[in-house]
């Protein structure tokens, strides 16, 4: 489901990716059996192009990934966590428009 | 700031926003719709539908949306991604105020924004919303495999996901403030049948608690006796209210709860302003009456508009 600027990470590179990246980086926590992901699938594509350089996209299946999601005490989907310097900035949970992301990604930037 | 004038506005892309945005782009109609979110409104968080005509098999709600938005989007109809702040109706050119500050003026309004599911109002659940309280048993059953649960209320659509529930849960413990269920009575009977799911009745959440989770809730029965329930999960399935922040009540007038009132064309009090779908006072709440009311409203709308 990941678009090209839009990177899949695992529980085994998360740490390298997320926790250590250089730039901001959203996690969008998805799974297959979850209608409102896919509905916010192709904006968080949109989003990875336009800020790409300035943040980094990355999607986590939770159905294969289930360590990240209990260490953030994720317990619903779709849930995009903002992370900068390895530390959460901020989360949302649920389908939100494009605004909504802009505005979430306005923290870390 | 901008501003920009259509012929008709439509606020809100659920089903009924969607099909009052088909009929008017179809009628080539100067016409934008504005939706906050993701176009879907709560068809989005409904796991399948087997009541909408044409679709034998039943159809996912995510499926029919994207169906709907695709039908919308072949006849041209502009959709914008922006939550309206306010509407100014007191002239006959209604003018819409949107976040960020940017205005729209129309001739026409339809108003569909829908409704949202209501919450208790106790301690603990905006914080814990996420982490173990959820209102959309189809986005996250799968986080409670094994665990223990509750659902809270006790209507068709609690009891239903209750049922639902019980494919993950070991054991889901429904919560109801009476002695009985409002739920259809074949929904009633299955859950009866189901021995994953117990009920407590009479009895009323107080508080949910938990760190980083939930952990329980506090439970009150009509005797006023305290209780805890350890629970990992709990679905609140209590109602729901009308998405209405942004409506007049001076221009538009609601019902008890905030619902809009129309007459049977869909015209509100205010000449000129629709409302369609679930935010219309009305007994009824479902997709096939929601495309109806919308197509209903974009007819009225544009009657009124040939007689300017």
Known sequence: MAGENVLQVTDADFDPQVIKADL???VDFWAPWCGPCKAIAPVVNELAAEYAGRVKMCKMNVDENPATPGKYGIRAI??????????????????VGK??????IGKAL | MASSN???????GGPAGLAAGLYAARARLN????????????????????????????????ELIERMTEQVKRFGLEIQNVEVLHLDLSKPVKTILLEGGDTITCQALIIATGARPNQLGVPGETDLTGKGISYCATCDAPFFRDQE????????????????LTKFARLVTVIHRRDALRATRVIQEKAFANDRIKFLWNSEVTRIF????????????????LSIIPVQGVFIFIGIKPNNSFVPKEE?????????????????????????????????????????????????????????
């Open chain 2, 6 to 12: 259509y012929q008709l506005v439509i606020i809100g």
């Open chain 1, 24 to 26: 901001p980086t959203l």
């Open chain 1, 78 to 95: 779709p849930t995009l966590i903002l992370f900068k310097g390895g530390k959460v900035v901020d989360q949302i949970v649920g389908a």
């Open chain 2, 210 to 225: 938990g760190k980083g989770g939930v952990e329980g809730v506090e439970v009150r029965d009509t005797q006023g006796k």
């Open chain 2, 31 to 62: 016409v934008i719709l504005l939706e906050k979110g993701i176009p879907g409104g709560q068809v989005l968080v409904t796991d399948w539908i087997d009541n909408y005509p044409g679709f034998p098999e039943g159809i996912a709600g995510f």
């Open chain 1, 99 to 104: 605004t909504q992301l802009i505005a979430l």
């Open chain 2, 252 to 308: 538009i007038e609601t019902d008890h709860w905030g619902f809009i009132v129309t007459d049977s064309e869909m015209q509100t009090k205010t000449i000129g302003v629709m409302a369609a779908g679930d935010i219309r006072s009305k007994k009824i709440r479902q997709v096939v009456t929601a495309v109806g009311e919308g197509a209903i409203a974009t007819l009225s709308a544009e009657e009124y508009l040939n007689r300017l």
């Open chain 2, 149 to 164: 649960i509750t659902v809270v209320g006790g209507g068709d659509t609690a009891i239903q996901e209750a049922i639902y």
